[in-house]
């Protein structure tokens, strides 16, 4: 049976057709298999997007794939059979854009839950979590992640470090935004970090500050690297558990490959632990973050430091049991579009309010965000990073970042035109028109959280009002770039905002979100309800693609995964609902039943519970977290009908 796009659906053939893929069809001479799973609804995401119903898999790869008649030939006295009951089994999820243990880490810390708070309940919540602490010494830190600082500024107004002053503690204190952008810190912090009026802004961020020129309390993107740099750092035992909390929330969402999108050492040595204890259940790909004001001066010397992180990693041919990879260079090239900080990095100036709240007038104003890059310093580490066989994966947000990132791979193609190379701009959340066609002839890679594509506090209100309506018209614009022949590819950015799989695939699909999902913002008010924009939405086929084979061509592991064929490695999901089938609005209310990596089932659930081995079943025991939520949720200030908005991708530090 074969998948056809029609209008932007998908539309079944009504008769299956079994598919021999593998070996032999019937007869003597057929090898067993280790795993069949059989009595399904196949969802290859082959190159013909063929049906099946059976798959089988032997030594962690799979072996065939056709109907349950031919599968049954391949089952013998140690076969485990795992009967699908008519589900929908597909390859397994490939999130090509995380922070995975920032992630675990924040599954393990002061949760504030995303939600909208005053200054007074910010205090409330900070002192609760000191209260639930009695132990801690005077120099242990708090650290608060998932607060929503945009609605705090806009329910009340931006904290200081006064507020956090006046809780009954003398701890330091680090509260970190939602959108890993913002770091809101007390004044024994600030001390123990050094930093104080005479301090300078660093590259690619800032201190707010008072009347005087002190430090007020919040730190803005490196100012906030900056200032937790204070923090001692986790220590092994620590980062093992943040490593396995990560990996039980991926199992669960069913992840079987990902890539972290700003990784550093600590990541090499937690999997390649947890790998060693058996406790690997995906396969990690690391984008090796750089150091921005070494990478403007010094770009070579920052690849060849890349470069020899990188070389620890797997250097030999991937196999069916989960590995980790490096060879890719991770790029901050701006920051955020979304109001108040307005420092992704546009083409024509934000727009500023000179009239008042109750008679706004727009018009343009001075700030065209922040460029962390100067175009020859981003050009001349890009060939750098070319000439070292690595790729590149470029944070841009904003239509000027996304230009800038394009010119570099352009002047990069031109100096090295038959390099293979393969270049990814991340977020891509506000393009210029011209650039949309770009992608495709540069062969560049768009990676999009999808989830960012629905009417959320996040993106209409303060933000839609600072972009304008032109730029706003264009927000998010998978469909135009979709429709102009670049390849899309989701990456969750988790923990920036909820880790709900399904809800970003729905919301790719119809740019909406639903209102009977907690982690939607169409929870929140109807205001939040319908689209975003007139912006073209992606099909079920092509959201499918984006978290399968084309997630896996950006981590070069097409020939491996992210189809179900025979040859590559078993990496399966099996799903609670038929996703090519079940009613658009209702594409997020969704679950993963079983996850299989390399053949062997590392999660499963409800019926499929039996499948885990008893080895594999302990492991959601050790990963235990504080907050079931994880760190996940946009920044939501509030300024759209008293409901709250902002967000931005995940700094992992």
């Not at 140690?78 to 922070?99: N, S, W, Y």
């Not at 089938?581 to 993963?592: I, M, Q, W």
Request: glycine share 10%; with cysteine.
């Amino acid at each position: 049976m074969r998948l056809s796009k029609t209008g932007g659906a998908l539309l079944v053939a009504a008769t299956v057709i079994g598919v021999v893929v593998g070996c032999g069809g019937g007869g003597s001479g057929i090898e067993t298999a280790d795993v069949v799973l059989r009595g399904g609804k196949v969802v290859t995401m082959d190159g013909q997007r063929r049906i099946a119903q059976a798959v089988a898999v032997r030594d962690g790869r799979i072996d065939f794939v056709g109907s349950d008649a031919d599968a049954t030939l391949r089952i013998g006295a140690r076969t485990q059979v795992i009967e699908l009951g008519g589900r929908m089994l597909m390859p397994g999820f490939v999130d090509a854009h995380l922070h995975s243990l920032a992630g675990g880490r924040a599954l393990l810390l002061c949760d504030l839950n995303y939600q909208p708070l005053t200054r007074a309940q910010l205090g409330q919540k900070l002192q609760a979590c000191l209260d639930a602490t009695p132990d801690a010494g005077p120099d242990t830190w708090l650290e608060a992640v998932n607060w929503d600082r945009q609605s705090t500024a806009s329910l009340d107004a931006d904290p200081t470090r006064a507020l956090l002053d006046g809780l009954t503690t003398t701890r330091p204190i680090a509260v970190t935004s939602s959108d890993f952008h913002s770091v809101l810190a007390n004044s024994r912090a600030f001390a123990l970090a050094g930093i104080d009026a005479a301090t300078p802004d660093p590259a690619g961020g800032k201190f707010l500050r008072d009347g005087s020129g002190t430090p007020s309390g919040i730190c803005e993107d490196a100012a906030g690297f900056q200032l937790k740099a204070a923090i001692p750092p986790d220590s092994d035992a620590d980062q093992l558990k943040q490593g396995r909390a990560a990996l039980a929330a991926l199992r669960a969402q069913g992840i079987t490959t990902f890539m972290d999108a700003a990784a550093g050492e600590p990541h090499l040595r937690v999997f390649d632990s947890l790998r060693g204890s058996g406790e690997l259940t995906a396969r990690v790909n690391l984008a090796i973050n750089v150091d921005a004001d070494n990478a403007n001066q010094a770009p070579a010397d920052e690849i060849a430091k890349v470069k020899a992180l990188a070389a620890q990693a797997d250097a030999d041919a991937p196999v069916p049991a989960p590995g980790i990879r490096a060879r890719v260079v991770k790029v901050f090239v701006d920051g955020v579009v979304n109001a108040p900080a307005d420092t992704g990095a546009v083409l024509t100036p934000y727009l500023q309010n000179i009239g008042t709240e109750a008679a706004p007038q727009w018009v343009p104003g001075t700030n065209r965000g922040q460029l962390y890059y100067t175009p020859a310093s981003l050009r001349a580490l890009m060939l750098a990073a070319v000439d070292a066989g690595l790729d590149m994966h470029l944070h841009a947000t904003g239509d000027r970042a996304v230009r800038t990132a394009l010119d570099a791979v352009a002047a990069t193609r031109q100096a090295r035109p038959n390099a293979d190379f393969r270049p990814a701009v991340a977020h891509d959340e506000t393009v210029a028109v011209a650039d949309y066609p770009r992608f495709a002839a540069l062969d560049v890679m768009a990676t999009m959280s999808f989830q960012w594509a629905q009417r959320a506090p996040y993106s209409i209100g303060d933000t839609e009002n600072h972009l304008g309506a032109e730029r706003f018209a264009r927000m998010e614009p998978s469909g135009s770039l979709k429709r102009a022949g670049a390849r899309i590819v989701h990456g969750s950015d988790w923990p920036i905002d909820p880790f709900d799989t399904f809800l970003a695939l729905k919301i790719g699909v119809t740019r909406s979100g639903d209102p009977t999902n907690p982690h939607s913002a169409a929870s929140l008010a109807p205001i939040f309800e319908g689209p975003i924009n007139a912006d073209p939405a992606l099909s079920r086929d092509d959201v499918l693609a984006a978290i399968t084979v084309d997630a896996a061509h950006q981590l070069r592991l097409e020939k491996q995964l992210g189809s179900i064929e025979a040859g590559k490695f078993a990496d399966l999901i099996v799903l609670e609902r038929d996703f090519l089938s079940v009613p658009a609005e209702e594409l997020g209310r969704n679950r993963v039943l079983l996850t299989m990596v390399g053949g062997e089932v590392v999660a499963a659930l409800d019926a499929f519970a039996g499948s885990v081995p008893q080895p594999r079943a302990a492991l959601n025991a050790r990963a235990r977290v504080l907050s079931p939520r994880g760190s996940a949720g946009h920044a939501i200030p509030a300024s759209v009908a008293g409901a709250p908005h902002g967000h931005g991708d995940g700094h992992n530090h």
